[in-house]
């Protein structure tokens, strides 16, 4: 496969997610118990169809909140984080297949899934709105995408802190949090449904549809 713009910074997401990789899980600990499990269990039970393709599992989280007569096909950049996810993806009732795929170029046709999800994976992609764009392709026609993600805060104060902060962030865990997701998801062709608050104006939960 020929090198294209944005490979050098996707083989840097994948290697900074494959470090992370052994304390992901220990690092997100509490956050996970205090709001993250209740978030995940919303997203899914938006889920419609049979086909579901979840972008950027890590290391699963996910799993356990899968529709059980769900067939759902995982991929994340990381190898590392694709390591951990395979213990639950074998414990789990929902058809599981884990894949290393990188969203910026899916290896699925067009029109193959009734639902694409993703959680706290958008901040990190290196072109998202070709991320976006690909997800819009694998959809099937009037398919839907749920996206739990935090973007760039609105507030004085808190949206130039995140600016200056990003460029700091980004070496250590990987994601940019300075995003202006609804933007990238829009300039896709994507039309989003509904965008709720779940944390302050950074957390969101999108509804979009293709
Ligand atoms: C912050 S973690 C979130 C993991 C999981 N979704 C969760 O909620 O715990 C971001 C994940 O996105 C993956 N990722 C980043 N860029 C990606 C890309 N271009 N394609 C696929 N996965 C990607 C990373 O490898 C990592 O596992």
Request: glycine share 4%.
């Amino acid at each position: 496969m020929h090198e294209r713009p944005g490979d050098h910074a996707t083989a840097q997401t994948r290697r900074r997610y494959d470090r992370l990789s052994r304390y992901y899980n220990v690092m997100e600990w509490a956050a996970e118990r205090r709001a993250f499990q209740a978030w995940r269990q919303r997203v899914w039970s938006l889920a419609e169809g049979r086909e579901i393709l979840e972008v950027g599992v890590g290391t699963g989280k996910n799993i356990p909140f899968y529709p059980q007569d769900a067939r759902v096909v995982a991929v994340d950049l990381s190898p590392g984080m694709l390591r951990h996810a395979r213990t639950l993806a074998d414990n789990t009732r929902a058809e599981v297949d884990l894949r290393e795929m990188d969203v910026q170029r899916l290896a699925f046709p067009d029109n193959a899934f009734d639902t694409v999800v993703t959680t706290f994976v958008f901040c990190s992609v290196p072109d998202p709105v070709k991320g976006f764009e690909e997800i819009r392709r694998v959809l099937r026609p009037a398919g839907k995408a749920v996206f739990l993600e935090h973007v760039l805060s609105d507030m004085p104060v808190v949206r130039p802190a995140m600016r200056a902060l990003s460029p700091l962030v980004r070496p250590m865990m990987g994601a940019n949090i300075d995003r202006r997701t609804r933007t990238n998801i829009e300039a896709a062709g994507l039309t989003v449904e509904s965008e709720t608050d779940l944390w302050l104006d950074i957390v969101k939960l999108f509804v979009v549809r293709t």
